[in-house]
């Protein structure tokens, strides 16, 4: 992984040895193994998720979102809050998602436009 690939690993060092943790403690606490832990830390394994990465979240106190958008970003992908968004959006946001890789450049250059338009509008 790139460096860029492993933000979640290095977030998640930085909290566990800020909050005085061991790997030992992090890993008993979320019922994996050590090994477990280093390797997502050294960015071999892919980020914790779900009930895992709230339960590590809880144990660091550390920033939920914050740690789900890093985590994202260590897959290769994006986060997008979707907190207070109309089931309209979510459902043209869903979408984009499915027709995301099949779209043309001209279908992204027309989407640039009416969100330019929209932004504009503001």
């Known amino acids: 992984m790139s460096n860029n690939q492993n933000e979640f690993g290095s977030a998640l060092r930085l909290s566990r040895v800020g909050s005085g943790l061991t ?5 008993n606490k979320l019922g994996v193994s ?3 832990v280093s390797d997502i830390e050294r960015g071999r394994r892919a980020p914790f998720k779900g009930a895992k990465l709230e339960g ?3 144990l660091l106190g550390a920033d939920l979102g914050e740690f789900k958008r ?3 970003i260590s897959r290769g992908g994006f986060f997008l809050d979707s907190e207070g968004v109309s089931d309209l ?8 998602m ?15 436009e009416i969100l330019d338009e929209a932004y504009e509008e503001e």
């Open 56 to 58: 590590l979240c809880v």
């Open 98 to 112: 499915v027709q995301w890789n099949s779209l043309s450049e001209y279908r992204f250059e027309r989407l640039a």
């Open 89 to 96: 959006g979510l459902h043209v946001g869903g979408m984009l």
């Open 34 to 36: 050590v090994s477990y």
């Open 70 to 72: 890093l985590a994202s």
């Open 23 to 27: 790997l030992r403690s992090v890993a």
